[in-house]
């Protein structure tokens, strides 16, 4: 095989590992942003969801362990502890 070809031949090859490797890079980059665009989000309403998720738990727990239901016994608090 002649120099000039075997030279082509190492560059043809070279190219196409330089943009398969591009194109890897790219994917990953990809999906990193995407990653990180799901951690602001997780970040932004983490506090919320954990605040609500322990309102919810006392909730339940002065209902279940904190004799709520005698709170029921007159119609005025009654209607008070109705939701809307």
Known sequence: METPVLVA????VASLIAAL???IYDVWEK????RLAEEVELKRYR???LNAA???GNRIDNIRNKEFSVYFSSDENRARARPG
């Open 21 to 23: 490797g591009k194109i």
């Open 54 to 56: 322990d309102d919810l």
């Open 9 to 12: 031949l190492i560059a043809a």
């Open 31 to 34: 999906r990193r942003e995407g």
């Open 47 to 49: 506090g919320m969801l």
